[in-house]
T-cell receptor
Framework: NAGVTQTPKFRILKIGQSMTLQCTQD?????MYWYRQDPGMGLKLIYY???????DKGEVPNGYNVSRSTTEDFPLRLELAAPSQTSVYFC????????????FGPGTRLTVT | GQNIDQPTEMTATEGAIVQINCTYQ??????LFWYQQHAGEAPTFLSY????GLEEKGRFSSFLSRSKGYSYLLLKELQMKDSASYLC???????????????FGQGTILTVHP
């Protein structure tokens, strides 16, 4: 099992550009999440999904969009990148049973200049 | 809303015991999680408490008091590799599609010295 994988690992964007951060999990988890982590801070939830075709906003959704067409994939789209979106982005997934702990991908470090 | 507080930084000596506290205020509490995050890496799950009391897992234990809105993570026999950020996260039972969402504290950076 690869677990949760994210691409790319690093990216530099110019202001106004767009990009998609990819996230895939092979654990057949229904729940998937996107977080951002600014230096010295905890994680802030951007969007989450409870299954294919169902997504909802988290704490900081402005400037982002998501889709969930399959159980495995949960891409995060940045439109019109701004310097405030410079951060490390983590994707996570969890099953719907037990303690419901979340498993995280390795992260994407994004810089917008 | 939710408010989660934990100390920003702590230091300890190799072989010692350290306790990292977390206090929270929330309605509809439905579980508290501890994650470990080494610098430049993803968080990894350490422990989960939903009922009052102590959960022990090897060198790590986690305690919860729901009435006090308080948890701690206890690390025994500290090793250099335990130097990391420790994140406290609270799950709120909002029902429906909100099940499973976590709110994270800012993390406690633990430095273990020889």
């Amino acid at each position: 099992n690869a677990g949760v994988t994210q691409t790319p690992k690093f990216r530099i964007l110019k202001i106004g550009q767009s990009m998609t951060l990819q996230c895939t999990q092979d654990m057949n988890h229904n729940y998937m999440y996107w977080y951002r982590q600014d230096p010295g801070m905890g994680l802030k939830l951007i969007y989450y999904s409870v299954g294919a075709g169902i997504t909802d906003k988290g704490e900081v959704p402005n400037g982002y969009n998501v889709s969930r067409s399959t159980t495995e994939d949960f891409p995060l789209r940045l439109e019109l990148a701004a310097p405030s979106q410079t951060s490390v982005y983590f994707c996570a997934s969890s099953s719907g049973t037990g303690g419901h702990e979340q498993y995280f991908g390795p992260g994407t470090r994004l810089t917008v200049t | 809303g939710q408010n989660i507080d934990q100390p920003t930084e702590m230091t300890a000596t190799e072989g010692a015991i350290v306790q990292i506290n977390c206090t929270y205020q929330t309605s509809g509490f439905n579980g508290l999680f501890w994650y470990q995050q080494h610098a430049g890496e993803a968080p990894t799950f350490l422990s989960y408490n939903v009922l009052d009391g102590l959960e022990e897992k090897g060198r790590f234990s986690s305690f919860l008091s729901r009435s006090k809105g308080y948890s701690y993570l206890l690390l025994k026999e500290l090793q250099m590799k335990d130097s990391a950020s420790y994140l406290c996260a609270v799950r709120r039972n909002a029902g429906g599609t909100s099940y499973g969402k976590l709110t994270f504290g800012q993390g406690t950076i633990l430095t273990v010295h020889p």
